[in-house]
């Protein structure tokens, strides 16, 4: 655990403005706020509505955690989702600036309850990329990573949210 703090801890401090950098920092040396990994991956092509019974599950799993012992009860959550952007043509920039992948689609609600976040870009980095058949004139989608940090206490909340999108569709 203690490389991930200090891996986190330097993404920060390279990815991230000084208010939210500190707050990783301090938050990290704090022994009386334990902090979590929250991993959220599945495999291509399962649908997001799987999402919903397995955070549940992980929400149990944490409350069981806590009963047994303080020191599992985590202050906060950090999550790592995989997102790609576009990639800017020099003539369509507006257009493409905010055009976001998620591929975890349910990561676009953490992302919007998250108090603090940073990316990076992992373009260069082995194994990162999507795989598929592209037409020529798709654009090209470049990969990032979003760390996010909430709150322990909004995991349900986050969970009921998505939960409610999934039903709405």
């Known amino acids: ?4 703090q200090q891996l986190m801890m330097i993404l920060s401090a390279q990815h991230s403005e000084e208010n939210t950098s500190n707050f990783i920092n301090n938050l990290l ?3 009386k706020k334990p902090v979590a990994l929250l991993i959220n991956e599945r495999y291509v092509n399962i649908p997001p509505p799987i999402s919903v019974p397995l955070l549940q599950s992980v929400s149990k799993e944490l409350a069981k955690a806590k009963a047994k012992s303080p020191l599992n009860d985590f202050s906060y959550l950090i999550m790592i989702c995989k997102l790609y952007k576009m990639k800017q ?20 609600i953490f992302d919007e309850e998250a108090e603090y976040k940073f990316e990076f870009c992992v373009e260069k980095q082995k194994g990162s990329g999507m795989t598929g058949s592209w037409d020529e004139g798709d654009s090209e ?6 760390v996010l940090l909430f709150p322990a206490q909004k995991l349900d909340f986050i969970i009921n949210k998505i939960q409610s999108l999934l039903n709405s569709q």
């Open 29 to 31: 040396k704090d022994d």
């Open 141 to 146: 989608m470049i990969p990032y990573r979003r």
């Open 89 to 108: 043509s020099k003539k369509n920039k507006k257009n493409q600036n905010d055009q976001v992948v998620w591929s975890n689609a349910e990561e676009e």
């Open 1 to 4: 655990m203690e490389q991930i």
